[in-house]
């Protein structure tokens, strides 16, 4: 089974990205096993942090390095990609020599309630994680502005043509790591 850490651009509870993940989640069932990073104490990136690092740090980390590809899902804030998920590509990246991401296949999506679904947080994001050294999916994208209806009440996508695009891109997903992954 091809594991793939899972990074959620948003710690709200009732995120519409995390809803977005675990849909993905349900249609890679058999193929994929998500592991959630959990971003919620994760500190702003500080150098002084590695003289005693942080659980929250380490666990990330770990989590990156034992998946075979790397999901990040995000909302746009503010024209850009969260915060949250800055600092944990930062704290990815080092110590010097140690970088969680070198490699990594990666592909990411995101949603919004606004009809642009998070275009232009994607574009940004992508950029950085050419620049920290992973195998980024550039195509197909994946831009969805969130519709609650499309979803049953274990959040699953019941849509048709919505399921049949979330499956194609988690498919592409799955075939972009059996051909950049190591
Ligand atoms: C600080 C902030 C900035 C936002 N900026 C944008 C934006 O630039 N584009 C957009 O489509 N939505 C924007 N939104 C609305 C979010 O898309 C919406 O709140 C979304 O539900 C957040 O994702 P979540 O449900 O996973 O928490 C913004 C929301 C917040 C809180």
Redesign the pocket.
């Known amino acids: 089974m091809t594991k793939i850490a899972v990074l959620?651009?948003?710690l709200?509870k009732?995120?519409?990205?995390?809803k977005l993940a675990v849909a993905l989640e349900k249609l890679a069932d058999g193929r994929m096993d998500f592991s959630y990073a959990d971003l919620a104490d994760l500190p702003h990136y500080n150098d002084e942090l590695w003289e005693n690092i942080p659980d929250s740090v380490m666990a990330l980390k770990q989590t990156i390095e034992a998946a075979d590809g790397v999901l990040i899902v995000i909302?746009?804030?503010?024209?850009?990609y969260p915060g949250v998920i800055k600092d944990a590509i930062d704290w990815g990246t080092r110590p010097w020599g140690k970088n969680s991401w070198a490699g990594k296949p990666v592909a990411i999506t995101g949603?919004?309630?606004?009809v642009?679904?998070?275009a232009?947080?994607q574009n940004h994001l992508r950029a950085t994680m050419v620049t920290v050294g992973t195998a980024v999916m550039g195509q197909p994208e994946l831009y969805y502005a969130?519709k609650p209806e499309h979803f049953d009440a274990d959040g699953a996508v019941t849509d048709d043509s919505t399921k049949s695009f979330l499956d194609a891109w988690i498919t592409s997903f799955a075939d972009w790591i059996a051909k950049t992954g190591r």
């Open positions: 959620i651009g948003s709200r009732d995120s519409l990205n995390r909302p746009e804030y503010n024209r850009t949603t919004s309630p606004g642009i679904g998070t232009v947080a969130y």
